[in-house]
C-alpha cells in the first residue's frame, strides 16, 4: 500500500507564507502524480495544485495561481507546496494526495487513491 504523510500547517498572518511537504512511501509511490486539496470547515474538498511524476506538468486551481507553487523530489518520494501572499480564506486542512491508476495532472478528487491525514493551516487578518 502507499502511505502519505503530510505535515508544514501552522498560524501565519496574512500576507505570510508557509510550506507543506508530504512524503510518499509504497511500491506504487514512484512515477505516480500526486497533489494538494483544502477543505475549510462545512465546505467541499477544494482542488489546489497537481504535479506529474517528472515535474514538468503542473495544475493550479484559480484561487491559488500566482501565490502557490507545487514542486517535487522524487529522491525523497516527497511533494511541497509553497504558499505565498496568504489570505484568511485559505484558512483549511490541507491534503497531500496521489493516483497509482493515472499518470496525468488532475484537478478531480475521484482520480486519486490515497490521501494523507491533512495538515492546518490557519490565516489570521
Known amino acids: 500500500q502507499v502511505q502519505l504523510v503530510d505535515s508544514g500547517g501552522g498560524l501565519v498572518q496574512a500576507g505570510g507564507s508557509l510550506r507543506l511537504s508530504c512524503a510518499a512511501s509504497?511500491?506504487?509511490?514512484?512515477?505516480?502524480?500526486m497533489g494538494w486539496f483544502r477543505r475549510a470547515p462545512g465546505k467541499e474538498r477544494e482542488f489546489v495544485a497537481a504535479?506529474?511524476?517528472?515535474?514538468?506538468?503542473?495544475l493550479y486551481g484559480d484561487s491559488v495561481k500566482g501565490r502557490f507553487t507545487i514542486t517535487r523530489d522524487n529522491a525523497k518520494n516527497t511533494i511541497y507546496l509553497q504558499m505565498n501572499s496568504l489570505k484568511p480564506e485559505d484558512t483549511a486542512v490541507y491534503s497531500c494526495?496521489?493516483?497509482?491508476?493515472?499518470?496525468?495532472?488532475?484537478?478531480?478528487?475521484?482520480?486519486?487513491?490515497?490521501w494523507g491525514q491533512g495538515t492546518q493551516v490557519t490565516v489570521s487578518s
Open positions: 494526495a496521489l493516483s497509482s491508476v493515472y499518470r496525468s495532472v488532475s484537478a478531480r478528487r475521484d482520480t486519486y487513491n490515497y
Open positions: 509504497g511500491r506504487a509511490a514512484s512515477g505516480s502524480p
Open positions: 504535479i506529474n511524476y517528472n515535474g514538468l506538468s503542473t
